[in-house]
């Protein structure tokens, strides 16, 4: 079946760390995004990407890094430089350019400062 | 800048109950409007797309509707379940933005009780 999967579901980082968080599809699809959901808040769209060596910048971008090397994979990396690391964080893509077919949403990883 | 707005915020009901979930958004100029349900901890789950041509959608006891022109939609939940618990998002597609971008509602959750 076709998907998105993210891993880990959980993961820790101590101070000063970089933890990267993988994302993996097989939908084909062009298009891909991590979004950051914190408790009490709406889902912030951290970084897109829309063709393969091209990514840009959303609302959150700061403290955060991606790469997208292969279509199928977009991975997140937190740096330390993210102050406040600790959330929820869900990946998503959708085919780009044909923007009425919706998006579709990995299960999410969880990450804990510790 | 879209807002998506979604009311109430928690609705508790007990089974068996019609329910309808608000949700409202600011710039009429959407390719489409998305509902999502979201488990806790969990990543998203579609439930229904609509495009910005139609009016309303349905899939088993769920029926969105889409009223652009008043920037409205609504979820009807017929006959509720527990299973139904759970965390409802509300997200458009922006005309306005060269990437499509998703903007989400905060979200109603819903308790079902037996």
């Known amino acids: 079946d076709g998907g998105i999967t993210q891993s880990p579901k959980y993961l820790f980082r101590k101070e000063g760390q970089n933890v990267t968080l993988s994302c993996e599809q097989n939908l084909n699809h062009d298009a891909m995004y991590w979004y950051r959901q914190d408790p009490g808040q709406g889902l912030r769209l951290i970084y897109y990407s829309q063709i393969v060596n091209d990514f840009q910048k959303g609302d959150i971008a700061e403290g955060y890094s991606v790469s997208r090397e292969k279509k199928e994979s977009f991975p997140l990396t937190v740096t330390s430089a993210q102050k406040n690391p600790t959330a929820f964080y869900l990946c998503a893509s959708s085919i780009a350019g044909l923007r009425g077919y919706g998006y579709t949403f990995g299960s999410g990883t969880r990450l804990t400062v510790v | ?114």
């Open chain 2, 1 to 114: 800048k879209q807002e998506v707005t979604q009311i109430p915020a928690a609705l508790s009901v007990p089974e068996g109950e019609n329910l309808v979930l608000n949700c409202s958004f600011t710039d009429s100029a959407i390719y489409n409007l998305q509902w999502f349900r979201q488990d806790p901890g969990k990543g998203l789950t579609s439930l229904l797309l609509i495009q910005s041509s139609q009016r309303e959608q349905t899939s088993g006891r769920l029926n969105a509707s889409l009223d652009k022109s008043s920037g409205r939609s609504t979820l009807y939940i017929a006959a509720s379940q527990p299973g139904d618990s759970a965390t409802y998002l509300c997200a458009v597609i922006d005309r306005g933005s060269t990437l499509g971008r998703l903007y989400f509602g905060r979200g109603t959750q819903l308790t079902v009780w037996p």
